[in-house]
């Protein structure tokens, strides 16, 4: 049996031990400490399975229980005393035991009553090693001597932790002394403190034996909280000092958070004064600080907290910091708000079904996800909000919510109409909906309402893919998302494809495998794609309402284009070897870059303008600036970092966009990636780009060459990713290609006709050309710029909001769709036909 320490109770000083173990070490089994070591880890475990995963409302009350009795034993032991009285030396290991084993009901309790934000990563890491050191001490006679020194240096350590704790409580601690005859749960205010003194009283017994480790573990923390502090300082006074010379600037179209995001060195510090109390619990709103109505998960971190004590608050407004946070660090999802919290739900099962068609270069994917709420308590309602990151060039196409156990498909309304009906029925009434919403970005939004802990709540979403072409591969995407946590999530996938197709890449090991099949089943996985063999594309036609939709190889190659004059979109992504080299084939044209304006590059200001430049996190190239914009050429490279259009809304740089925008600037975007900015005027036909590479860029340049462009037949929508192009035709022609075809063809051309118009949002005021928009969304039913999909409870909802089905459209689209839909004077002949059979099969019957 394990031995526990226990020191000699004629012995009023703790031992002296050196290095070797003798005489002072275990003397007996000690019953109380193995006690208190098994409060603690029943404790740890009720608050693990109850508390963080909130099983069970109220639970804080069971550690605080186990405290208690534990408290009580001590006493009646004589190992623990009232506070009041002078505490024996040789039980302190019994008390510093005890002092833990409060600790797990303090954070308990801080989950009903939150003091603090959950721990960061670092502080929780730290309060276990704490805990450790305190374990570990009654062995420490029988410890090496290194390994003492870093016990005690632990310890050293430790007493700053849990110093710095009970300082921050010091507001608590003078309102719980007369709330202790209360309140008792008022005593997990002093809990820090009386840590704090134990750990002191340890080191001052040890401190000529272990001076040097316990000075370490005291003087770390310290020389860390003291170096965070100055750099935060630093960092604060020269962002302050940015800002107010953004502020200060006579002229530009940018608001000021813009210039100053481009600007922000990417370092950990300015990232955390950036995120700022919108993170991070700082010194003026530690104590009851109020949650926000977004999926921000705000951090207790003490340097932050010690930092802000001595540094003014950045002044800086909460919409500017979240624009901030927005496009540097991709917090779009956790910023958005809500009307219902979703704290306490999480993502319980994924299941992807996929069907690939190869041939024509597409895939259908249907999302079903489980939805489970960890609250405990019957009555809380919460909202799930998913944002999905879809491969470019992505619609969504169908949407269902189950409702009492019934699968209940959406209807398609306008995304005014359907928000108004989504926040009168959640905000108001709190009711069953679901609904999703286009974003920019190639992004979508799903919420869904409510989500209890009765039974998990579940919905599907459905979306029509164009897969990459990758050499001689197709690249199949999975769509992942951001959404309520994912870490004990399942997953099954299923893969179908043609049997003739080969898959030459997957990236799990599948389950089960058969030719055309593909299944996985395990621990839901985010990001993967998958590689198929390559075909040529197939012509293949879709039929509805007298149009023909007819799939084609991407009909791109090169013309003559002598431009007259070169615009360089320079950034932090360049290199000053590719300018350089670049110039060199450049120097004897116009060449500009944009440094507030419109600037022609020379050999004298070249490197002056790219060491400006070069520093921006992002550019926003004002093509309404170009005077000639077709006979200009736009080369562009970038991250995927910078604000959206709709950031860029009701400014004077998106105003003289909306006026000036041109039509199909020729561009060529160098590299994998495109920045939102650039990914949003290429989806609206105001730049015509060709994804390309440097050496490719510099041959097409030298032979005066830039590629066709397939859309200048309006019944045409090329799709780049995959080398195809789909075309709208008079009349209706047998097909057997799904209906995804008229869906991404009806997504681009919509986005097309929008262009310059999204900018200032003058199709929303323009009813006759929204009205055209929304039909043509209604007939393909698919998610964009002005229509929503959205499922009510109930027909009278619907009824309400004035949302009804169209007619004459495609319905929400599903893995068994078929080819070509008859048209009614089609049915017509059908009914015809089926008559007349039945007549002569059955009319001996009627005799």
Request: charged share 20%; net charge neutral.
């Amino acid at each position: 049996m394990e031995q526990f320490t226990v020191h000699n109770s004629e012995q009023p000083n703790l031992p002296e031990t050196t290095g070797n173990t003798g005489t002072q070490g275990i003397r007996r089994y000690d019953p109380d400490y193995g006690i208190g070591l098994g409060c603690l880890l029943l404790n740890f475990l009720i608050f693990y399975y109850t508390v963080v995963d909130s099983l069970l409302d109220g639970a804080f009350i069971i550690p605080w229980s186990v405290a208690v009795l534990y408290s009580i034993w001590l006493m009646n032991a004589g190992k623990l005393r009232w506070f009041w009285k002078k505490q024996r030396l040789e039980y302190l290991h019994h008390r510093l035991l005890l002092g833990y084993v409060w600790l797990v009901s303090c954070f308990a309790l801080n989950r009903v009553m939150p003091i603090f934000s959950p721990s960061a990563t670092w502080l929780m890491f730290a309060i276990v090693m704490a805990g450790a050191s305190a374990i570990l001490f009654p062995w420490e006679a029988y410890l090496p001597r290194w390994l003492r020194s870093v016990l005690f240096a632990l310890m050293g350590c430790s007493t700053v932790i849990w110093g710095y704790y009970a300082f921050i409580l010091t507001p608590y601690n003078v309102l719980g002394i007369p709330a202790l005859l209360l309140l008792g749960i008022s005593i997990h205010c002093f809990v820090p403190l009386l840590l704090a003194i134990s750990y002191l009283r340890i080191i001052r017994h040890r401190w000529q034996a272990f001076k040097p480790a316990i000075l370490t573990g005291i003087m770390i923390p310290i020389a860390i909280a003291v170096y965070f502090s100055v750099r935060w300082h630093q960092v604060s006074t020269s962002l302050q000092h940015q800002a107010n010379a953004v502020g200060t600037r006579l002229t530009g179209s940018l608001p000021d958070w813009i210039v100053l995001a481009r600007q922000l060195e990417d370092d950990w510090i300015t990232r955390k004064v950036i995120m700022g109390k919108m993170v991070y619990q700082t010194a003026p709103t530690t104590l009851f600080s109020m949650r926000p109505a977004t999926d921000i998960l705000v951090r207790h971190d003490p340097l932050v907290v010690i930092a802000s004590l001595f540094t003014q608050n950045l002044d800086l407004g909460n919409a500017e910091r979240v624009n901030i946070l927005n496009v540097l660090y991709d917090t779009r999802h956790e910023t958005q708000e809500r009307l219902w919290s979703g704290s306490e739900l999480r993502t319980a099962n994924v299941l992807t079904q996929a069907r690939i068609y190869p041939h024509i270069r597409l895939a259908y994917t249907e999302k079903t996800i489980s939805i489970a709420n960890r609250s405990g308590s019957l009555f809380d309602q919460e909202e799930a909000l998913y944002t999905f990151s879809l491969p470019e060039g992505s619609v969504v196409s169908s949407l269902s919510l189950w409702i009492n156990g019934i699968e209940e498909k959406s209807l398609l309304a306008s995304q005014s109409k359907a928000d108004s009906a989504y926040k009168t029925i959640v905000g108001v009434e709190s009711r069953d909906p679901s609904i999703v919403h286009w974003q920019e970005g190639n992004m979508v939004k799903v919420k869904v309402f409510p989500c209890t802990i009765e039974e998990n709540r579940k919905f599907k979403l459905g979306i029509t893919t164009p897969l990459k072409v990758d050499g001689k591969e197709l690249i199949y995407e999975n769509i992942w998302f951001k959404g309520p946590g994912t870490e004990e999530a399942t997953e099954t996938v299923r893969l179908d494809y043609p049997k003739e197709a080969r898959a030459l890449r997957l990236p799990f090991d599948p389950t089960t495998a058969s030719p055309g099949v593909v299944m996985y089943q395990g621990k839901y996985q985010s990001r993967w794609r998958a590689g198929f063999e390559i075909a040529p594309v197939a012509r293949e036609s879709f039929a509805f309402n007298g149009k023909t939709y007819t799939v084609e190889p991407l009909n791109k190659t090169p013309e003559k284009f002598n431009a007259e004059a070169y615009y360089l979109d320079v950034n932090q992504a360049w290199s000053k070897n590719e300018l350089d080299t670049l110039w060199s084939l450049l120097k004897n044209h116009p060449v500009f870059v944009a440094n507030e304006r419109l600037l022609r590059l020379t050999e004298a200001n070249k490197d002056e303008q790219f060491e400006a430049l070069s520093r921006l996190n992002f550019s926003l190239f004002p093509v309404q600036d170009i005077p000639n914009p077709e006979n200009a050429l736009l080369i562009t490279k970038s991250s995927v970092v910078s604000p959206t259009l709709h950031d860029l809304a009701n400014t004077p740089f998106s105003k003289k966009l909306s006026e000036h925008a041109p039509r199909g600037l020729r561009t060529f975007i160098v590299g994998e990636e495109a920045s939102f900015y650039i990914q949003s005027l290429e989806e609206l036909s105001i730049i015509r780009s060709e994804q390309t590479d440097w050496k490719t860029l510099r041959q097409m340049i030298s032979q005066d060459q830039f590629p066709t462009d397939p859309e200048a037949d309006s019944s045409v929508v090329a799709i780049e990713r995959s080398g195809m192009q789909i075309r709208e035709t008079n009349g209706q022609a047998y097909g057997k290609a799904p209906d995804h075809l008229l869906r991404l063809f009806a997504y681009n051309h919509i986005m097309k006709q929008l262009g310059g118009r999204f900018l200032d949002r003058s199709f929303q005021t323009d009813s006759i050309f929204n009205a055209k928009l929304i039909r043509e969304a209604e007939t393909a039913h698919i998610v964009t710029p002005v229509s929503s999909m959205i499922v009510l409870e109930t027909q009278q909802d619907y009824d309400r909001f004035d949302i009804r089905k169209s007619n004459n459209s495609l319905d929400n689209a599903t893995l068994k769709t078929a080819g070509a839909v008859p048209e009614p004077h089609e049915w017509l002949l059908i009914i015809l036909f089926c008559t007349i059979v039945g007549y002569f099969t059955f009319r001996h019957y009627v005799r």
